[in-house]
């Protein structure tokens, strides 16, 4: 699977943001989906996820602000961020998993190139 992100940019504080990924292959509706960002200084974190059944996981500090959704027909998993606040700033990545279970960052096979997001205050 071959990932591509795109939707990142630079927006002040309260503003919103939707990224896209699109990937390759005919499988894609097989996969779970999920995006992770990694701020300056910091590791990695799991973001936001969906699963190949539609069921959605969230970040503690982005519940009620991000909406993950997909589109098997156009093979693109979306990431809508809204009440965007300065700590929201990173690189974020898209990803795909085989893995069912408990989710780390390490869940995911398929990476996508970041995008990066930077919130103004």
């Known amino acids: 699977v071959q990932l591509q992100a795109s939707g990142g940019g630079l927006v002040q504080a309260g503003g919103s943001l939707r990224l896209s990924c699109a990937a390759s292959?005919?499988?894609?509706?097989?996969?779970?989906m999920g995006w992770l960002r990694q701020a300056p200084g910091k590791e990695r974190e799991l973001v936001a996820d969906?699963?190949?059944?539609?069921?959605?996981h969230y970040a503690g500090s982005v519940k009620g602000r991000f909406t993950i959704s997909r589109d098997n027909a156009k093979n693109t998993v979306y990431l809508q961020m809204d009440s965007l606040k300065p700590e929201d700033t990173g690189v974020y990545y898209c990803?795909?998993?085989?893995?069912?279970?408990?989710?780390?960052?390490?869940?995911?096979?398929?990476w996508g190139q970041g995008t990066l997001v930077t919130v103004s205050s």
């Open positions: 990803a795909a998993r085989n893995f069912v279970g408990p989710l780390s960052r390490e869940s995911y096979n398929y």
């Open positions: 292959g005919r499988t894609f509706s097989s996969y779970g």
């Open positions: 969906i699963s190949s059944s539609d069921n959605t």
